[in-house]
């Protein structure tokens, strides 16, 4: 959830980005136009978005990220959402066994009431090989809060879709989300072709009460 809250909600935004090597380090710096509407290229009379990776092999096992996004949007089509947002990354692999965790910090920029405010979130994601290259064993856990009551938002799927009979989930919006996930990827083609499934526990403060779910999943993906 809150990965996809830091990448822009559905936005396609148009911009150039630029990535340089030196050593163990890379980079990447971006700009961004803020106009969020359905057409192939966009304008950019809605101010822009800047978006700056540094990135370091410190050595064989150890791989260290920073991400950073500024909003200078102007006008209503905001692809973003937020002022800004920070992530710090760290990925360790060492024969069968990785982990990925994250932290995420930023400030929304929603003149809603109870939608502004801060938000921060940590993620922490172990696999295990237990065939190599092929069946790949995943946990997750995931916090994420905010100072303001709706701060924060779940995926729009799942938990935020119809319930029945009438369950009211205040549309995702909370001030904190915890979510727990264990599944199995086999991998056909590496991560290009590969089925996955597994269960998520979730649980979501909202203003008017708390939601706890289960859910199962069940995929096939593919990117080329």
């Known amino acids: 959830a809150m990965a996809n809250k830091v990448y822009g909600a559905n936005s396609r935004p148009t911009g150039v980005t630029v990535d340089g090597k ?37 050595n064989d096992s150890w791989r260290f990220i920073v991400d950073y996004a500024q909003n200078a949007q102007a006008g209503d089509d905001d692809f973003l959402g937020y002022e800004w947002a920070t992530t710090f990354n760290a990925v360790y692999e060492e024969d069968r066994f990785g982990t990925m965790a994250t932290l995420i910090i930023g400030e929304n920029n929603s003149s809603t009431v109870g939608r502004g405010g801060n938000f921060q979130s940590i993620m922490v994601m172990p696999w295990y090989w237990i065939i190599e290259k092929r069946l790949q064993a995943v946990l997750q856990y995931q ?78 993906r593919t990117f080329f």
Not at 40 to 55: E, K
Not at 155 to 179: A, C, F, I, M, W
């Open 22 to 58: 030196l050593g163990d380090w890379s980079g990447t710096v971006g700009v961004f136009s803020g106009e969020d509407d359905s057409e192939f290229i966009g304008g950019w009379n809605d101010g822009q978005a800047y978006y700056l990776s540094v990135a370091n092999q410190f």
């Open 143 to 220: 916090y994420a809060g905010a100072s303001e009551d709706e701060g924060i938002r779940t995926n729009k799927r799942y938990v935020r879709g119809e319930h029945s009979p009438g369950v009211n989930v205040n549309s995702g919006y909370g001030d904190q989300l915890q979510t727990l996930y264990a599944g199995l990827n086999y991998l056909i083609c590496g991560d290009n072709l590969k089925i996955m499934g597994g269960i998520e526990l979730s649980g979501l403060d909202t203003a008017i009460g708390d939601v706890d779910t289960v859910t199962y999943l069940f995929g096939f």
